[in-house]
Each structure stands twice: as C-alpha cells, then as structure tokens.
C-alpha cells in the first residue's frame, strides 16, 4: 500500500458511516464523498484502505467509483467548473459563454505553459433553470452566467489571463 | 367537478416568508398539527383519506399514490422503507429543490405521516449531490425534528417508532428512477430493477419500500389537515390538487409556480410567467421534462396542465417542467442536446437504450456538425421507434418519445438543415 492513511477525521469519519446505514455497503456513497470532500478525489490507496482497514471489497468500491460521475478518479485543479450544458441553458447562451472559458484556460496554458487553475466539463441539468444558464465552481452554484459576466465570475477566484 | 383556476399555496405555502426554513416558523403556522392528527388516526384511515384525495405522484409517472402506499404488504411484520425521491434531475425541473428551500419540514412532516400509514419505521431522503444548499437545509430540518421529538423511537409521544436519514447521491439521472435509486441507496451502481416484484413488496434490501417524490410527500400533512375531499376538489376529475410548474427558456418570469391542475398553459405562459421576452416568439414547447413530446403553439392555443389534458395532445404532465422554445432556437440543436443527455445518461443494462441512445447521438451529432446524410431523419425516426417498451426502465422510452415527437413535427427544418450542409460541403 502506497500513499498517506486516512487522517484520524476521516478515518473516524468512515468508522461512523459503516454503522450508520442498515448494510456496510449503503456506506459506500457517502464514504467516498467523504473522503473526495478532505482529499480531492479518490485515489488507488484509498481503496487498498477500505478493503484492508474497513473489509470493503474493492470491487463493490470500484463499482461505485465508476459509476458516479461526481468521484474524481484524477487530481483536480484548484477549481473545477461544471457548466451546463443542457437544453434549457443552451437557448439561454451555455455555449457561449463555455467557449469563452475554455478561451481563457487555453489562452493561460500557452501563455504560463503550466495547467490552468480552472478546468471546465460540460453536465447534465443541474436543476436551476429559471437561472440559467448555470455552473458550479467547486460547490458555489452560480446563475445566469453569460458570455457578458463569466469573466467577473472567474476573476473571483483566480485571476484571468490577458 | 374541481376548479382548475383559484389558486391554492399547499407546497409553496411558506414561499418567500422570513426564516421560512425554521421550525418555530413552521409551528407558528400549524406544522406537525397535521401529524398529530395524523397519529390519531389508523394507518389505514391515511392511506383511505389519500385514495380520496386524489392525488397522484408528482415525480413524473403520476400513479396514484394512496393505492401505491396499499401495495405494502400489511401482515409482513419485518422492515418497511420510505424513501423520498429528491435526485431531482429530469431536465427543465426545479420544483423538489423548491420544497427544500422553503419547506422542509413540510416534507419531513410528509414522511413521517407517510410513513406511519404504510407501517414504515425507517426513511430516507435522496437527494442529487450539487444540490449543496438544499441538502444542508434538509438536514437541518431533520436534525430540528429529531430535537422536537417528531422523530425517533417514541413520534411525539405516541410510542411510534420512525427515523429518518439523508442520503446523497453522486451525478446519475438513472438514480430518479425509484429501482435505480434504490440500487444506489444499497450502495451499488444505480442500475433500475426488472419488476416486478414492485419496490412495495420487495424494494431496499428486498424489503417492502415506498418511493415517492417529494412534492408528493410534501403534499400529505396539507391532506391530512384539509380533508382529502378538499384536495379532490382543487384541479379537474382526473387530476386532483395542485402541482408545481417550472418555467424556463426566454420568458420574462421563469420559476416555479404553484398552479391547481387543469390550468391554462396560455395563462400561465402569458400572466403568470408574463409571456415571452419582448423580441422572441414562442416556436415549441416540451411541456413536462425533457422526456416530454414537444408540443407545437397551435397544440398550446387550448391546452389545460393536467394529466389528460396533456395526454390527450399526445405529450405528459411530467414532472411539471415547461421547458419554452423560442422561434430563435435551430431544432437540430434542440434535438442534439435532447439525445446526447439520454446517451450520457443511460446506465448501459439494456441493449436498446444503451446502443439506441447511441446511434441518436451519433447521428445527430453528424447532422449537426454539417455532416448530415438524406436520410438520417428516417433513421434516427426508426432507431427511436425500436427503442421503446423493450427495456428495465423508462429511460429508453424516455428518449425515443421526445426524438420521435421532434423528428415528425419538425421534420422539414432538419431535413433543410442536413439538404443545405450538404450543398456547402
């Protein structure tokens, strides 16, 4: 087993998960959001260590890691956007102002030749359609995110390329 | 006969009010009467007043919930389940997470009334995982439940036993579909279940398990309190009580309205929701979530927002989402969109949904790329029409009604679309 244990929070964390649903494995879900939430996402060792340490196997694990769309099976950037890209915000602008962003990551990547600070996938409905169109950034939901305002939006959290 | 125009707030009755989330304000205005009420009554007194009241899931499938909750087997004395459905996630719809904002303890109420009618000790509310807010919201209205003595071994002081507990889910559409949701709830790929059995018999863990949206959950305390003749009495015949309608697309109002069923759609559009954006004209319409048929304007001159109404125009009520096209909007983006969401959300069991939902995303995608071939209409019309009634769940369905409705009703623009690429290529 590579990589670091699980700090004594999340490791008291998953102790309490695996009792607190009717089957260990109810548990899986919110384990692994537990352990993306302190870890960025959800790497091989974590599952060496919930097979070894709290008798998950790893192939109910993996299962789920797979599945879910939400579990990072890769190390995230500093802000990871989901942008809408469904019906509803596509008619209110989505793809314009997704163009627009993903200008600024690739126009940051040539000028610095290092990752950007954001990365950007398109999602499903995010359910918040009388404001779209939407996006998360990490877990800040924004609305009305046009190819007018992103830029304001983005300059909040890092600043953007000139 | 009901009345379809006078407009009653039951799940948006705390709409905008100050600290509308707390208890205290919720006991301020009757909340958790309708539960004691409720405990005084026999489980199947509950279930009899909610066959009376009409009132039908407010998910999507709209089956009659009272005769859903007498499925339950009553002389199996082992474990029952009651399981909210809050992975809100059809698209166009935002009504559960309304509920969440400003009624959540009108939904725990729901659930804990609901399930001592079905003789459940135990429930969950599911809820999508980017709702961050609504969930911690929800939690909290547990968590103040919990410390009012509304839940727990001994329901205010009746020495009825119901808990309840939050689960949240992880990015899969399939999981709005009370088997896939279940799977996901046992901690495994949220992949739905051949039925039957029906989740009432054998649901979580193969135990028997209620399923119901959460504004049909949220519906029940105003029942219980009310009566259910009052609530047949909002909404037509067939559609009883009101439902919360979410608009969106170039509107000048969009939201979430409160409105009783067999409402006008023309009303609602033009009024409520104040028409469309001034330079816009409405094109269509895709009256009840993403899998809805679309509807072209003259099928909306006269259409009523209920069940029948909505059937007889050959689309569904739906989950209530209004989803408004307007005469900017190219139908092969719509249709795109539309498929590329199911192909991504299908969960792969079955052969037709998985490969059908494929080959309308990848024909589409060819169309409109500028690649379209003479011919593509018919196909992507032949490949929907194979997919429908073949599968686990009502995914595959979901997909092909809304390809099909779009390919017949605009056959000619996409057929131009694919004619003129082909000429500049």
């Given at each position: 087993?590579?990589?670091?244990?699980?700090?004594?929070?999340?490791?008291?964390?998953?102790?309490?998960?695996?009792?607190?649903?009717?089957?260990?494995?109810?548990?899986?879900?919110?384990?692994?959001?537990?352990?993306?939430?302190?870890?960025?996402?959800?790497?091989?060792?974590?599952?060496?260590?919930?097979?070894?340490?709290?008798?998950?196997?790893?192939?109910?694990?993996?299962?789920?890691?797979?599945?879910?769309?939400?579990?990072?099976?890769?190390?995230?950037?500093?802000?990871?956007?989901?942008?809408?890209?469904?019906?509803?915000?596509?008619?209110m602008?989505?793809?314009?102002?997704?163009?627009?962003?993903?200008?600024?990551?690739?126009?940051?990547?040539?000028?610095?030749?290092?990752?950007?600070?954001?990365?950007?996938?398109?999602?499903?409905?995010?359910?918040?359609?009388?404001?779209?169109?939407?996006?998360?950034?990490?877990?800040?939901?924004?609305?009305?995110?046009?190819?007018?305002?992103?830029?304001?939006?983005?300059?909040?959290?890092?600043?953007?390329?000139? | 006969?009901?009345?379809?125009?006078?407009?009653?707030?039951?799940?948006?009755?705390?709409?905008?009010?100050?600290?509308?989330?707390?208890?205290?304000?919720?006991?301020?205005?009757?909340?958790?009467?309708?539960?004691?009420?409720?405990?005084?009554?026999?489980?199947?007194?509950?279930?009899?007043?909610?066959?009376?009241?009409?009132?039908?899931?407010?998910?999507?499938?709209?089956?009659?919930?009272?005769?859903?909750?007498?499925?339950?087997?009553?002389?199996?004395?082992?474990?029952?389940?009651?399981?909210?459905?809050?992975?809100?996630?059809?698209?166009?719809?935002?009504?559960?997470?309304?509920?969440?904002?400003?009624?959540?303890?009108?939904?725990?109420?729901?659930?804990?009334?609901?399930?001592?009618?079905?003789?459940?000790?135990?429930?969950?509310?599911?809820?999508?995982?980017?709702?961050?807010?609504?969930?911690?919201?929800?939690?909290?209205?547990?968590?103040?439940?919990?410390?009012?003595?509304?839940?727990?071994?001994?329901?205010?002081?009746?020495?009825?036993?119901?808990?309840?507990?939050?689960?949240?889910?992880?990015?899969?559409?399939?999981?709005?579909?009370?088997?896939?949701?279940?799977?996901?709830?046992?901690?495994?790929?949220?992949?739905?279940?051949?039925?039957?059995?029906?989740?009432?018999?054998?649901?979580?863990?193969?135990?028997?398990?209620?399923?119901?949206?959460?504004?049909?959950?949220?519906?029940?305390?105003?029942?219980?309190?009310?009566?259910?003749?009052?609530?047949?009495?909002?909404?037509?015949?067939?559609?009883?009580?009101?439902?919360?309608?979410?608009?969106?697309g170039r509107v000048r109002k969009p939201?979430?309205?409160?409105?009783?069923?067999?409402?006008?759609?023309?009303?609602?559009?033009?009024?409520?929701?104040g028409g469309m954006l001034p330079g816009y004209k409405?094109?269509?319409?895709?009256?009840?979530?993403?899998?809805?048929?679309?509807?072209?304007?003259?099928?909306?001159?006269?259409?009523?927002?209920?069940?029948?109404?909505?059937?007889?125009?050959?689309?569904?009520?739906?989950?209530?989402?209004?989803?408004i096209?307007d005469?900017k909007?190219?139908?092969?983006?719509?249709?795109?969109?539309?498929?590329?969401?199911?192909?991504?959300?299908?969960?792969?069991?079955?052969?037709?949904?998985?490969?059908?939902?494929?080959?309308?995303?990848?024909?589409?995608?060819?169309?409109?790329?500028?690649?379209?071939?003479?011919?593509?209409?018919?196909?992507?019309?032949?490949?929907?029409?194979?997919?429908?009634?073949?599968?686990?769940?009502?995914?595959?369905?979901?997909?092909?009604?809304?390809?099909?409705?779009?390919?017949?009703?605009?056959?000619?623009?996409?057929?131009?679309?694919?004619?003129?690429?082909?000429?500049?290529?």
């Open positions: 087993m590579s990589g670091a244990p699980f700090s004594a929070g999340l490791a008291e964390k998953v102790k309490g998960l695996l009792k607190r649903y009717e089957t260990k494995r109810s548990a899986i879900l919110p384990i692994l959001h537990a352990i993306q939430d302190e870890c960025g996402w959800v790497q091989d060792h974590h599952i060496d260590i919930l097979e070894k340490d709290h008798g998950l196997p790893r192939v109910h694990v993996k299962e789920v890691l797979t599945f879910y769309t939400w579990y990072r099976k890769s190390p995230p950037r500093p802000f990871e956007i989901q942008f809408c890209d469904n019906v509803t915000c596509e008619i602008g989505a793809k314009e102002a997704m163009a627009k962003i993903q200008t600024h990551i690739d126009k940051y990547e040539a000028q610095m030749g290092e990752k950007a600070p954001f990365r950007m996938i398109g999602v499903p409905c995010l359910c918040v359609c009388d404001g779209a169109p939407a996006m998360l950034v990490n877990k800040d939901r924004h609305l009305k995110v046009t190819v007018d305002n992103v830029d304001q939006v983005l300059a909040k959290y890092a600043p953007l390329p000139k | 006969m009901g009345d379809s125009l006078t407009k009653v707030k039951i799940t948006t009755a705390f709409e905008g009010m100050p600290d509308a989330r707390s208890l205290k304000t919720y006991m301020s205005k009757g909340g958790y009467s309708a539960l004691k009420k409720a405990l005084a009554m026999k489980p199947e007194q509950i279930i009899d007043e909610v066959k009376q009241s009409g009132l039908r899931g407010r998910g999507g499938a709209g089956f009659p919930t009272g005769m859903k909750w007498s499925f339950v087997p009553k002389d199996d004395k082992g474990a029952k389940y009651l399981i909210c459905n809050n992975d809100e996630g059809e698209p166009g719809t935002f009504k559960d997470r309304y509920i969440a904002e400003w009624n959540p303890h009108m939904l725990v109420e729901g659930m804990i009334i609901s399930g001592y009618a079905i003789g459940a000790t135990k429930g969950y509310i599911y809820t999508r995982v980017e709702f961050f807010d609504e969930i911690r919201w929800l939690e909290t209205a547990i968590r103040e439940a919990y410390d009012a003595g509304f839940l727990g071994d001994n329901v205010a002081g009746t020495g009825v036993k119901f808990h309840l507990d939050h689960y949240t889910g992880a990015g899969a559409y399939i999981c709005g579909e009370e088997t896939g949701l279940l799977s996901s709830l046992e901690g495994k790929k949220g992949q739905p279940k051949l039925k039957p059995p029906f989740p009432a018999v054998s649901g979580y863990l193969g135990r028997p398990t209620i399923v119901n949206n959460t504004e049909t959950l949220a519906t029940v305390p105003w029942i219980i309190t009310n009566g259910g003749a009052a609530h047949k009495a909002i909404g037509t015949e067939k559609s009883a009580g009101t439902k919360l309608f979410c608009i969106s939201g979430v309205y409160e409105l009783p069923l067999g409402y006008p759609f023309k009303k609602f559009l033009e009024e409520d929701a409405l094109k269509a319409c895709i009256p009840g979530g993403l899998s809805a048929p679309i509807l072209l304007p003259q099928e909306l001159e006269t259409l009523t927002l209920d069940y029948e109404g909505l059937a007889g125009a050959g689309s569904m009520l739906g989950s209530g989402a209004v989803m096209i005469d909007q190219s139908m092969v983006d719509i249709l795109r969109n539309t498929v590329d969401f199911f192909h991504h959300e299908s969960c792969g069991q079955c052969t037709p949904c998985r490969e059908g939902t494929g080959w309308l995303a990848n024909i589409m995608g060819g169309v409109a790329s500028g690649k379209g071939r003479t011919g593509d209409v018919d196909k992507m019309h032949s490949v929907a029409k194979h997919m429908g009634g073949r599968t686990i769940c009502a995914l595959s369905d979901a997909a092909a009604m809304p390809t099909m409705s779009i390919v017949k009703k605009f056959e000619h623009e996409l057929t131009a679309y694919i004619e003129k690429a082909g000429k500049h290529a």
